[in-house]
Nanobody, 124 residues
Framework: QVQLVESGGGLVQAGGSLRLSCAAS????????MGWFRQAPGKEREFVAG????????QYTDSVKARFTISRDNAKNTVYLQMNTLKPEDTAVYYC?????????????????WGQGTQVTVSS
């Protein structure tokens, strides 16, 4: 049974930082591309960042470039999202997801497995 478990969310002031983690089990982690998505109230789930199985390829949505960094540790079956200079508009539930294949993608339908999400709230 595949499980993706996110952690690290919380309440932070604007300009602060958080580091999200997603621990995977029940799959061969090193062959899956991983993605972070987020969903704010009343909005669709949107792509935030993605990383290839080896970690060599990363991709970000424009609004988080230069502020967020995605990384992975295949020995620990874990993917991370370091979020710096947080803004109130970053407030959302953050989800990690796994997809077979080499390249991360921005479309939710391409992902096979999802975590339950972790809340990130940025106060102004």
């Amino acid at each position: 049974q595949v499980q993706l478990v996110e952690s690290g969310g919380g309440l932070v002031q604007a300009g602060g930082s958080l580091r999200l983690s997603c621990a995977a089990s029940g799959l061969t982690f090193g062959v899956y591309a991983m993605g972070w998505f987020r969903q704010a109230p009343g909005k669709e789930r949107e792509f935030v960042a993605g990383i290839s199985p080896s970690g060599r390829i990363t991709q970000y949505t424009d609004s988080v470039k230069a502020r967020f960094t995605i990384s992975r540790d295949n020995a620990k079956n874990t993917v991370y999202l370091q979020m710096n200079t947080l803004k109130p508009e970053d407030t959302a539930v953050y989800y990690c997801a796994a997809k077979s294949g080499y390249y991360p993608e921005t479309t939710t339908l391409r992902y096979d497995y999802w975590g339950q999400g972790t809340q990130v709230t940025v106060s102004s």
